[in-house]
């Protein structure tokens, strides 16, 4: 099976990460596409709307942190966001707390 069919084929070691092989503009390029497209309308604006507010100034660390939260199920990801399901310590931090803030949801008027 080849990596792009089965992730779990690829081994764990950081230098087989398809995202170390990326430059930075093309990584942004797939993580915008991938918070956008969670599969409902409210993960797509509470993920997406994250994204383009602070996507852009993300330092390497952050981009990873936010590679890994789009790995969790967007019902986890929203109940965390509102307060509903505390953050998990791996995802604690200054991001986790910028994602609580939910000033960034784009409402239509």
């Known amino acids: 099976m080849t990596p792009f069919t089965n992730r779990r084929a ?3 070691s ?3 990460r398809l995202w170390d092989v ?3 503009e093309t990584r942004l390029k797939r993580l915008r596409f991938r918070a956008w497209h969670r599969g409902t309308k409210e993960a797509d604006l509470m993920i997406g709307g ?8 993300w330092s390497e660390a952050e981009i990873v942190w936010f590679e890994t939260f789009l790995e969790e199920q967007d ?11 505390p953050f998990p310590a791996a995802f604690e931090g200054a991001q986790a ?3 609580r803030q ?5 409402i239509a008027e």
């Open 50 to 57: 994250f994204f383009d507010r602070h996507g852009a100034r």
């Open 102 to 106: 939910l000033d960034y949801i784009p």
């Open 10 to 12: 690829i081994p764990a």
């Open 97 to 99: 707390a910028a994602f």
């Open 14 to 16: 950081p230098a087989n």
């Open 75 to 85: 019902v986890d990801i929203m109940a965390w966001g509102m307060g509903i399901e």
């Open 22 to 24: 990326m430059d930075r």
